[in-house]
């Protein structure tokens, strides 16, 4: 079964608006999530590493005022896209490693698909 | 810079073959590969890992081959079927610790012909 679940599946909001996207890791707690973003037809780029009770710690490349990450709880990381702007319009997808496995692969969540009009 | 290379976007197979799908990377510091699965609007799956201290490793239909020198790894798939169809997503990490960052490939999608 699913080890992260993620929220919502789908989300169409208008250009100006912001968006909040919520992972939790369901049977584990996770200080570390990570966050990350498929364009159509390209591979899973990495945003941001979201570290419990800590600053998140962003990619190059990715405005971190423009993606606002909190991870408040072992479980709950949250993702919030500012001011939403049609090019934000993307697949964006949480993962977190369950910490009792070692070296564990991560687990995705299936993700949130994001429509700015 | 692309650290995990996918060359071939795609790939056809008939269903009964086998599928190989290959990836190289560039960073010699990764010690940790993966491939994963995904379908349209879903989040990737796991498939198999493989860590640099072996060169195979094998689970059911699935195989992995390491070749650390030629920095190469490859995806056996056989006998492939139908449900195989998917994108499948090269990716590698480095380091000692259990939160290492995961670089991916840019993906092949695999068609399994029946």
């Known amino acids: 079964g699913a080890v992260v679940s993620q929220h919502p599946s789908r989300v169409i909001c208008k250009s100006g608006t912001s968006v909040k996207i919520e992972c939790r890791s369901l049977?584990?707690?996770?200080?570390?999530m990570f966050w990350y973003r498929q364009f159509p037809k390209q591979s899973l780029m990495l945003m941001a590493t979201?570290?419990?009770?800590?600053?998140?710690?962003?990619e190059q490349g990715v405005e971190k005022d423009k993606f606002l990450i909190n991870h408040a709880s072992l479980t709950l990381s949250t993702l919030t896209v500012t001011s939403a702007h049609p090019e934000d319009s993307s697949f964006y997808i949480c993962?977190?490693?369950?910490?009792?496995?070692?070296?564990?692969?991560?687990?995705f969540g299936n993700g949130t698909r994001l429509t700015v009009t | 810079d692309q650290q995990v290379k996918q060359n071939s976007p795609s790939l056809s197979v008939q269903e009964g073959r086998i599928s190989i799908l290959n990836c190289d990377y560039t960073?010699?510091?990764?010690?940790?590969f993966l491939w994963y699965k995904k379908y349209p609007a879903e989040g990737p799956t796991f498939l198999i890992s493989?860590?640099?201290?072996?060169d195979k490793n094998e689970d059911g239909r699935f195989t992995v081959f390491l070749n650390k020198s030629a920095k190469h790894l490859s995806l056996h798939i056989v006998p492939s079927q139908p449900g195989d169809s998917a994108v499948y997503f090269c990716?590698?990490?480095?380091?000692?610790?259990?939160?290492?960052?995961?670089?991916f490939g840019p993906g092949t999608s695999l068609s399994v012909i029946p």
């Open positions: 993962s977190a490693r369950d910490p009792r496995k070692g070296n564990s692969p991560l687990h």
């Open positions: 990716a590698a990490s480095g380091g000692k610790t259990s939160y290492d960052k995961v670089i």
């Open positions: 979201s570290n419990e009770g800590s600053k998140a710690t962003y």
């Open positions: 049977d584990f707690q996770a200080t570390t």
């Open positions: 493989i860590s640099s201290i072996k």
């Open positions: 960073n010699s510091m990764f010690d940790y």
